[in-house]
T-cell receptor, first 111, second 116 residues
Framework: GQQVMQIPQYQHVQEGEDFTTYCNSSTTLSNIQWYKQRPGGHPVFLIQLVKSGEVKKQKRLTFQFGEAKKNSSLHITATQTTDVGTYFCAGPTGQGGKLIFGQGTELSVKP | GAGVSQSPSNKVTEKGKDVELRCDPISGHTALYWYRQSLGQGLEFLIYFQGNSAPDKSGLPSDRFSAERTGGSVSTLTIQRTQQEDSAVYLC??????????????FGPGTRLLVL
């Protein structure tokens, strides 16, 4: 069946260091979404990418959708303690609005 | 409020009891989703509704789990004869529609279920 994999599962960085999480789908995706879940919180939508090779930026966050639309990445420049949380990618399954989520990358930032 | 609300926020129950979890989606959102998240794990899809109908129930773990939605709004997830492995956070999300996964899903705060 369709799978969405994320690596790494955990990432510990020093404040100020960069961070990247990678998302790989077993199937071509029409779009990909990214969500952030703070510790003890619920997932919050960050962004959606639709076009092949698309790159979008939100301040220190850079999102990229691969040319083949099977992979995506989230890069954070100069991490801050406010970046702590788990980052999930999610792709459509072709079954209505159902999304399949990656397992998430948990980011911890040491001040 | 303007967001997705869920109740109760926490539920402790004894093994074998039934529980009912409630989700109030954002007003006007026709699609509603239930997920389960075990400690430190990802999101496990359970079921979604488009209006009052559930086109995909494939994620329900067993026949002890059921869900309904009435009036195109509130949804309840019922777990019968709870087991300890049912302990998790149950998250509800809603979106404007279920249009091929293009819609942003807005999550509620979740219900933390603990089965003793």
């Amino acid at each position: 069946g369709q799978q969405v994999m994320q690596i790494p599962q955990y990432q510990h960085v020093q404040e100020g260091e960069d961070f990247t999480t990678y998302c790989n789908s077993s199937t071509t995706l029409s779009n990909i979404q990214w969500y952030k879940q703070r510790p003890g919180g619920h997932p919050v939508f960050l962004i959606q990418l639709v076009k092949s090779g698309e790159v979008k930026k939100q301040k220190r966050l850079t999102f990229q959708f691969g040319e083949a639309k099977k992979n995506s990445s989230l890069h954070i420049t100069a991490t801050q303690t406010t970046d702590v949380g788990t980052y999930f990618c999610a792709g459509p399954t072709g079954q209505g609005g159902k999304l399949i989520f990656g397992q998430g990358t948990e980011l911890s930032v040491k001040p | 409020g303007a967001g997705v609300s869920q109740s109760p926020s926490n539920k402790v129950t004894e093994k074998g009891k039934d529980v009912e979890l409630r989700c109030d989606p954002i007003s006007g959102h026709t699609a509603l989703y239930w997920y389960r998240q075990s400690l430190g794990q990802g999101l496990e899809f359970l079921i979604y509704f488009q209006g009052n109908s559930a086109p995909d129930k494939s994620g329900l773990p067993s026949d002890r789990f059921s869900a309904e939605r009435t009036g195109g709004s509130v949804s309840t997830l019922t777990i019968q004869r709870t087991q300890q492995e049912d302990s998790a956070v149950y998250l509800c999300a809603s979106s404007l529609a279920a249009s091929g996964g293009l819609e942003t899903q807005y999550f509620g705060p979740g219900t933390r279920l603990l089965v003793l």
